[in-house]
Each structure stands twice: as C-alpha cells, then as structure tokens.
C-alpha cells in the first residue's frame, strides 16, 4: 500500500533562511500532492497543490517541487518569520475515491 | 463566501457514553463531506465520506458511524465510546467533486475518553 512519510523531528530554522521541508512516498506516484499547514489544536489550512506533471509550484514566499524519480515532494519557506511556525503537512491524492493519503507532519520552528 | 462549523470543540466523556459530533458547512451546496481523525504524531485518518445526503462510505471498522440528514450537514456518532476514541476529529468538505481539490476544515474536536 502507499506509504507516505515526513521528517518526525521538528525543524529548527533561523528567522530570515529558507525552511526545506521534505515529503517521500513509496510506490506509485500520486495524480497531485498538496500541502497543508496546521497550527496546535486547528484544523490544517489548504496551502498549495502540485501535479505530477508539474515540477514547481509558488505562491509568495512559498515553493513546492515535485519530482516523480525521487518519489519526493520538498516545500521551501524563503524569508522565514516566527509567524511560520506550524505543523506542515503533505497529503497525497492517488486520483480517485476522493481520498487524500496523509504525512504525520513535521513540525517548523523558525527563531528570531 | 464558504464556512465550515464544527462542534462542540472539546469533550470529556466517560467509556460507555454516547457520542454526537455536528458539522456544518455554509455558502456552497452538494459538498463531498468528510470526518477526519488525528491521533498525535500520526496522519489523518478518514474515517467516513459522503456525495450527499443518506450517502455514507465507511473507511474504517469501528463504534463509529456517521450521518447525512441534509445537504450541508454531517454527523457523528457513536453509541459507546471506548477508551481509544480519543483524539481530534475533524470534518472537512470538498469544492470540487473528486480529486484536484483542496479540503477545507472545521476547527476540530478534541475528544477525550476517561
């Protein structure tokens, strides 16, 4: 079955760098990934989406790469403020039965 | 614009007690619904979806079930909690029918089972 994992340990990243944020999946490659963000006790909030067929995707300081060989999403942070730290998670949506396969997330810490 | 409202937010109850979670969803009609389950440092799991209304698929065997009675509204409950019940239920619905969506979430659950 699809297995999705994301780094268990929180990322600790300096106020002004960029945060890199790494998803892998196993077996076949899903029809799009998505990434969310969720703060402690909210629910997660839609960030970005990628298709397979798409190797970047950006919204402001955001950026998500794709790549199907790797089987590997990664989701940078550039300019990264306190604001940014969260919980992200990716979530992969195999193209039918209206199910997304969830990461466990990983938790961002970026420090002034 | 679309909202989502889910209740109560936070919840103790005793194993053996009944359990009704509400989720309802504003400004968009003939959602795909869904109820979410999160326990600390693991995925999201779904627990049920629904097309519409009386529709309900089940991704998980359990003492859960989940209800559809309108459109915008969707239900879960549980007629005697156990203990591993516990944990944040979340409902979320779908703009698009199908894949290429993104879901939108109510604010959450937290369930504790004593």
């Known amino acids: 079955s699809q297995k999705i994992e994301q780094n268990s340990e929180a990322l600790n990243i300096q106020e002004g760098k960029t945060a890199t944020l790494t998803c892998n999946y196993t077996n076949y490659s899903p029809a799009y990934l998505q990434w969310y963000r969720q703060d402690p006790g909210r629910g997660p909030v839609f960030l970005l989406l990628?298709?397979?067929n798409e190797k970047e995707k950006r919204k402001e300081r955001l950026k998500v790469t794709f790549d199907t060989t790797l089987k590997q999403s990664l989701f940078h942070i550039t300019a990264s403020q306190p604001a940014d730290s969260a919980t992200y998670l990716c979530?992969?949506?195999?193209?039918?039965?209206?199910?997304?396969?969830w990461g466990a997330g990983t938790k961002l810490i970026i420090k002034p | 614009s679309q909202t989502i409202h889910q209740w109560p937010a936070t919840l103790v109850q005793p194993v053996g007690s009944p359990l009704s979670l509400e989720c309802t969803v504003e400004?968009?009609?003939?959602?795909?619904l869904y109820w979410y389950r999160q326990a600390a440092g693991r995925g999201l799991q779904l627990l049920f979806y629904s097309v519409g209304i009386g529709q309900i698929s089940s991704e998980v065997p359990q003492n859960l079930s989940a209800s559809r009675p309108q459109d915008r509204q969707f239900i879960l409950s549980s007629k005697k909690l156990l203990l591993s019940d516990s944990g944040f239920y979340l409902c979320a619905w779908i703009g698009l029918a199908g894949s290429a969506g993104e879901l939108f979430f109510g604010e959450g659950s937290r369930l504790t089972v004593l």
């Open positions: 400004g968009t009609s003939n959602p795909n």
């Open positions: 990628i298709r397979e």
């Open positions: 979530a992969l949506d195999m193209g039918s039965n209206y199910q997304l396969i």
